[in-house]
């Protein structure tokens, strides 16, 4: 089994990957994402058929020619609230920094939802905590729908991203939205099960570290399992070592997870 930073790294299937960078490092990379201006990211609020309004933030490539592709960024619950600004956390000012903003062009749309966008219960069938979206979810995505037919979107390279209730609400879009997502990145989510047929069908990359207590593994664990009796070949699932509840470091201090995204279209 390979890990994060050895050699030939498996681009699908469960992975055991070690935290190769120290705390410390990873906090000063993760401040210096942090402290990227806000203003680059243009402030927008959109009302969706339902009438429901969230605010958003859109980063748009730097450089105008042909269609770009378009990642969904997906809040954790620390940043629920309508201020336009705590959602624009390290996955989303990543895609700001010049020499990803660079080689990985692209249209960032970051909504800040008023209310958690996916909620969780735990399932008497598979003893696990599962999730199930909420409206305001289903807004972001007709933000989604809009933008890409007023931007020079490629509609064939649309991603989805998150961290924690961001992740839960990835694999939630995927779920309502089959037809829109190109890939996904979940990052210490609690997924649901209501479509597997649908997931089977999606590249997905699962992040979660096996000392997370706040979104215990083993949910993860068992989208994995699920996805893969049903002959899914798309899934990768990478196991931290011994990483709490937070964005695996690999993910911001590599490009690792554009180029992994990019690869993908529908």
């Not at 058929?49 to 997906?74: E, F, H, W």
């Not at 209730?165 to 829109?180: K, T």
């Not at 069908?201 to 994995?224: C, F, K, M, R, S």
């Amino acid at each position: 089994m390979q890990t994060a930073c050895s050699g030939v790294q498996k681009d699908t299937g469960h992975s055991r990957v070690k935290q190769h960078i120290s705390k410390d490092s990873a906090n000063k990379v993760k401040d210096s994402i942090r402290a990227i201006s806000r203003e680059v990211f243009q402030p927008f609020q959109y009302t969706g058929p339902g009438k429901t309004t969230i605010n958003y933030r859109l980063l748009s490539p730097a450089r105008k020619k042909d269609n770009y592709p378009l990642v969904l960024v997906l809040h954790g619950s620390g940043a629920v609230g309508t201020d336009n600004t705590s959602q624009l956390g390290v996955l989303a000012r990543l895609w700001a920094k010049a020499a990803i903003r660079e080689r990985y062009p692209a249209y960032i749309v970051v909504p800040q939802f008023p209310l958690r966008s996916s909620n969780y219960t735990m399932s008497p069938d598979k003893k696990v905590l599962v999730s199930s979206p909420d409206a305001c979810l289903n807004t972001a995505l007709q933000l989604i729908d809009s933008l890409k037919n007023v931007l020079p979107v490629n509609k064939r390279k649309i991603y989805v991203i998150g961290f924690s209730m961001g992740a839960s609400s990835a694999i939630n879009s995927l779920e309502l939205r089959p037809d829109l997502f190109a890939a996904a990145v979940a990052v210490s989510g609690i997924p649901a099960f209501g479509r597997m047929d649908a997931l089977a069908g999606i590249p997905i990359w699962l992040v979660h570290g096996n000392a997370d207590q706040e979104n215990p593994i083993d949910t993860d664990v068992l989208l994995y399992k699920e996805l893969h009796a049903l002959g899914d070949r798309h899934i990768k699932f990478w196991e931290v070592e011994g990483l709490d509840h937070d964005v695996y470091a690999e993910l911001y201090t590599s490009e690792q997870m554009p180029a992994w995204l990019f690869r993908h279209k529908k």
